[in-house]
């Protein structure tokens, strides 16, 4: 087997008959096979999965969890992937859909005449359920190699979109930091450039759907518990790497923490934010002017600030006044 593409879903009726239509449709002159990983959902989606399931009885796989299996899809991932047979893995949303059918053959080309890269990903066109103008992921100017060293930097890993993604199945087995992730994709990135160079092929091939129910809107950057999440996950990265890129990721994690003095749980909460706003100074070094605005807003007492502020403005004034009289 060739490929395995897994297609991840939960409560997708709206859009998984799309998906594997999209899936089916591929050309290839190689077996593929199709193993469609179900988080319990109970909107439908397992019903549609079935019927395509007995359709194409030599294609499609069910993985039929019994129960939720939780950590935001990530644990009915891994179990799919592991019951994948193929030497590639390509990646699929159940809200998504693929738009090229010779997708699968393009990728799979690419990574059989490129034997020391272990990823591809490829261009895709996003589209929002709100109606906001669609757009493409990747630039005109998108590099056509990247590394672990490019993956590694002070924001988020954002420009491979998943369904756009194919790589060698050579992870087994998952760090323990990994499961405790709710983001699977930006530490599998990490893991598999660990492997080799990641290549990208300039065509749009797929479609990302931006919609309520995708996993993309279960990111809270003012939830507490989602940065502490974040947190853990980069310093598992630093763990990971052997600490070779440090400095960058303590930068990293030091955004979550400037995050967190603005999170819902922690805005109010005084000697709690004091001792965030301390670890974001040490990890993030910012310059003067950053400091500056911490300290005054998230080290200084509320009273003390407010006095502060008070006998600011009145100096002003003063020099002000001073300065028409002369």
């Given at each position: 087997m060739k490929v395995s593409v897994c297609i991840i879903t939960y409560n997708q009726a709206k859009f998984i008959r799309e998906a594997i239509d999209s899936v089916v449709a591929q050309q290839t002159n190689f077996p593929f096979e199709v193993l469609i990983g179900d988080d319990f959902s109970t909107d439908g989606t397992r019903d549609i999965i079935r019927e395509y399931a007995a359709r194409y009885p030599d294609l499609i796989r069910p993985v039929l969890h019994p129960h939720n299996m939780g950590q935001n899809g990530l644990f009915n991932t891994l179990d799919t992937y592991k019951q994948a047979r193929g030497a590639y893995i390509a990646a699929m949303d159940g809200d998504d859909y693929w738009t090229d059918p010779l997708k699968l053959q393009k990728q799979a080309d690419f990574l059989d005449a490129h034997p020391d890269f272990s990823t591809c990903y490829h261009n895709a066109l996003i589209t929002y359920e709100d109606g906001s103008p669609p757009h493409v992921v990747n630039p005109p100017d998108q590099a056509p190699v990247s590394t672990l060293e490019d993956l590694i930097g002070e924001d988020e890993i954002w420009f491979m979109a998943t369904s756009s993604v194919m790589f060698r199945h050579v992870i087994r087995d998952y760090p323990q930091w990994f499961l405790k992730s709710v983001s699977g994709d930006i530490p599998r990135y990490v893991l598999l450039a660990k492997h080799g160079k990641i290549g990208?092929?300039?065509?749009?091939?797929?479609?990302?759907?931006?919609?309520t129910g995708g996993t993309s809107y279960t990111?809270?950057?003012?939830?507490?518990?989602?940065?502490?999440?974040?947190i853990e996950m980069y310093e598992g990265i630093n763990q990971e790497l052997d600490y070779r890129f440090n400095r960058q990721l303590q930068r990293n994690i030091a955004r979550y923490y400037k995050m967190m003095l603005r999170s819902r749980q922690y805005r109010n909460q005084y000697f709690s934010r004091l001792l965030l706003a301390v670890k974001y100074l040490y990890l993030a070094r910012p310059d003067w002017q950053e400091r500056k605005t911490v300290i005054y807003e998230d080290i200084l007492p509320p009273g003390l600030s407010k006095a502060y502020s008070s006998l600011a403005i009145g100096l002003y004034r003063l020099r002000k006044s001073l300065s028409a009289k002369t």
């Open positions: 990208y092929l300039p065509d749009v091939m797929s479609v990302y759907r931006k919609n990111d809270r950057y003012d939830d507490a518990r989602f940065l502490k999440n974040r």
